[in-house]
């Protein structure tokens, strides 16, 4: 399957969807001045995985609501344009200005991250991995030191590995609905986080480096093993909720 061979000039674009068939190369590389969204759907992996959940645009939320008996596989990227150019067949999106900075490949039966996903490590601010089969997060991912929000629940994850310290602009992590037994120490490198969603996990204490988050506003850790908080709990002046139903908690510290 191929796209026309002057939609690279379209200077209104702004959203481009290929939904099913063969294309003749792994993906494009679009070059247009406004284009903010590119899905390609069944395109790419020759399996059909539970129905993609995240769509934000009212075109393909309207689309999905007309063919719900169809399972897709979508791959969302949001891209900022600066120049004008072609639409050109390649084997990954190549060229200086292009700039991705959202993935999303929520329920799509991994068992890894993408190899794709390194390709954008200076500009990727978003990942989304939400309902997978993941059991460890590859060295390669903490090299994307622009990301901002990682969103990994309903994987297979026992850890978090130390490497997490590197992403030091990271704001906002979930990593609800897996088998997490504990936080690494130097989670206190990370002192962008704002928001940690960390519930249904098995987790039985907070290291002492998780006060040292000073900037934490929202912290989820509902239905773990937390048997107490750390000492120093009270150092989070800035947290607004607080959220520990079903733990296994017999005391609190003075906050």
């Known amino acids: 399957m191929g796209a026309p061979s002057g939609l690279g000039w379209r200077e209104t674009l702004k959203g481009y969807i290929l939904r099913k068939g063969k294309v003749k190369s792994q993906c494009w590389t679009l070059v247009l001045g406004p284009l903010v969204q590119l899905r390609m759907e069944n395109l790419i992996r020759g399996r059909n995985p539970p129905q993609y959940q995240r769509s934000p645009c009212k075109e393909v939320r309207a689309a999905l609501r007309k063919r719900p008996e169809e399972e897709l596989q979508c791959l969302e990227m949001t891209t900022k344009r600066k120049i004008i150019g072609r639409l050109v067949p390649c084997r990954c999106f190549r ?56 969103s990994i629940p309903d994987n297979d994850l026992s850890n978090l590995p130390t490497t997490i310290a590197s992403l030091v602009n990271l704001k906002e992590l979930d990593i609800s609905k897996n088998g997490v037994q504990e936080f690494p120490e130097n989670i206190k490198c990370c002192k962008c986080l704002t928001i940690i969603e960390a519930s249904v996990n098995p987790i039985s204490k907070l290291p002492d480096g998780f006060t040292q988050l000073l900037n934490l506003t929202q912290l989820y850790l509902n239905d773990a093993f937390l048997e107490f908080l750390p000492a120093n709990f009270g150092r989070l002046v800035k947290l607004r909720i607080l959220e520990l139903r079903e733990n296994h908690l017999k005391t609190l510290p003075n906050i």
């Open 95 to 150: 060229g200086e200005e292009e700039i991705i900075s959202v993935l999303d490949y929520s329920h799509c039966s991994l068992q890894q991250v993408p190899k794709e996903v390194f390709n954008f490590e200076r500009t990727l601010e978003e990942l989304y991995l939400d309902a997978n089969q993941i059991e460890e997060l590859p060295k390669q991912l903490f090299n994307c030191q622009a990301l901002r929000k990682l």
